[in-house]
């Protein structure tokens, strides 16, 4: 009963790791802006395209 309980117990532990591991690499998304508008990445927004 005890080596089941141990077992039960890692396994649980270990569920939040597999949780991140199978999520990683979603840090980036592509943003689509409307036409004439560019992505700012210092603002974090769209902003009127400046042509020159």
């Known amino acids: ?3 089941k309980t141990t077992f039960a117990a890692i396994a649980l532990s270990l ?3 597999h ?3 199978m999520c990683s ?3 980036q998304q ?3 802006c409307a036409e004439g508008t ?3 990445d ?3 927004a769209c902003v009127n395209q400046v042509t020159g």
Request: glycine share 4%; hydrophobic share 55%; charged share 20%.
């Open 1 to 3: 009963m005890k080596l």
């Open 15 to 17: 569920l939040p790791l």
């Open 19 to 21: 949780a991140i591991a």
């Open 25 to 27: 690499g979603h840090e």
């Open 30 to 32: 592509a943003q689509s």
């Open 38 to 40: 560019v992505w700012d």
């Open 42 to 44: 210092a603002a974090k």
